[in-house]
């Protein structure tokens, strides 16, 4: 079992920053963040296999969010900057312990409860 408790959702206008943060009891082979707006799909923005380093994001958020690990305090987090309305969503840490496709919600068992995020035009 992996628990995981996000934080740091909030409201700024566009072109603010935003930091969420993703508590876990043990990181997993891969970590990754997805989001939710009203009325659409799921979608994965940031992944980071935690023993290669290695990250992958979607095209709506590259240059603009960073994913992370703090292994001394046990979280992932996501820097988001230069926010845009339409980054508005409820944002969910989740975690695989075994291969992911990374942007694939079915492949993650473990899911936090969600952080909304809303940014203002």
């Known amino acids: 079992q992996v628990q995981l408790v996000e934080s740091g959702g909030g409201s700024v206008p566009a072109g603010g920053s935003l930091r969420l943060s993703c508590a876990t009891s043990?990181?997993?082979?891969?970590m990754a963040w997805f989001r939710q707006a009203p009325g659409k799909e799921r979608e994965g923005i940031a992944a980071?296999?935690?023993?290669?380093?290695?990250?992958y994001y979607s095209d709506s958020v590259k240059g603009r969010f960073t994913i992370s690990q703090d292994k001394g305090t046990d979280t992932l987090t996501l820097q988001m900057d230069n926010l845009k309305p339409e980054d508005t969503a409820i944002y969910y840490c989740?975690?695989?312990?075994?291969?992911?496709?990374?942007?694939?919600?079915?492949?993650?068992?473990?899911w936090g409860q969600g952080t909304q995020v809303t940014v203002s035009s």
């Open positions: 989740a975690a695989s312990l075994g291969p992911a496709v990374w942007y694939s919600p079915a492949d993650f068992a473990y």
């Open positions: 043990k990181f997993t082979y891969c």
């Open positions: 980071l296999y935690t023993e290669s380093g290695r990250q």
